[in-house]
């Protein structure tokens, strides 16, 4: 899950897709790749400062398995937390050999040893050495672009960083999908945006829309996903309806 522009939603979607995915009945793990913690926080993970998580397995190698976390929020959703120490690895990573490939041995074992369907990797919005590591432990990208004026800003910096990493790193990593966030159906702008994202990205972007919401904002506050905050909200049915529209399209894929 990634966009190096901030404000898009990428958190939140990545937060309610797991959320949507698990209670879907399938496993997931959610990986917090962003110091600021904010997706451990949505989903009821413990990180508090000490708290062993994301941090520990790229700089010490430690196993996921030892830490991530049973999420409150839905069934079959496991979370890997960050804390604020996470904000160091980036320097800390400088100097170490194969410093790209940390995350992806530790998720690869993870897999090996437990039934999982889908990793959820949230990334921080940059492109430094947290999101590098992201970008070689995945399988494909999703990126999700809200329906405001400068959409498609940074876009072709970050497609540069991806076709870097394809050609140098990981030839199989794909951006698979585009979801359209805070698309708000009664400005013209919303709908000229979708337009020219679907333009763009005919194949990639999903049908599915996420409406600007009152509920979504909110939900973080509570420490919720707004699917458990308010499932019947238009915000709520929307994650659910996305979730089960990202889960089809991996039964088709694979």
Do not use: W
């Amino acid at each position: 899950m990634v966009n190096q522009k901030g404000g898009v939603g990428k958190t939140t979607t990545a937060v309610n897709l797991a959320a949507g995915l698990g209670f879907g009945g399938l496993n997931v793990l959610l990986v917090d790749l962003d110091p600021q913690g904010n997706a451990s926080t949505a989903v009821g993970g413990e990180h508090r400062d000490g708290e062993p998580g994301t941090y520990e397995v790229l700089i010490d190698q430690e196993r996921i398995a030892d830490h991530a976390q049973l999420s409150p929020e839905a069934p079959n959703l496991k979370v890997l937390v960050a804390t604020m120490d996470l904000a160091g690895a980036e320097i800390e990573l400088v100097s170490v050999v194969s410093r790209e490939t940390r995350l992806k041995r530790a998720v690869d074992a993870y897999v090996a040893e437990h039934d999982v369907d889908y990793v959820i990797i949230d990334c921080p919005p940059s492109l430094g050495i947290l999101t590098v590591n992201a970008f070689v432990a995945a399988e494909e990208l999703l990126i999700p672009i809200q329906c405001e004026y400068y959409a498609l800003e940074g876009l072709t910096q970050l497609q540069r960083s991806i076709a870097m990493v394809k050609a140098n790193i990981n030839p199989a990593l794909a951006l698979r999908t585009v979801i359209l966030t805070m698309f708000d159906g009664r400005t013209r702008l919303s709908s000229d945006v979708a337009g020219q994202v679907r333009q763009y990205f005919p194949q990639e972007t999903m049908e599915t829309v996420i409406p600007r919401s009152v509920r979504i904002a909110e939900a973080p506050s509570y420490g919720q996903t707004v699917i458990t905050y308010q499932p019947a909200s238009a915000g709520g049915q929307a994650y659910l309806a996305a979730a089960e529209e990202l889960a089809r399209r991996g039964a088709e894929q694979y």
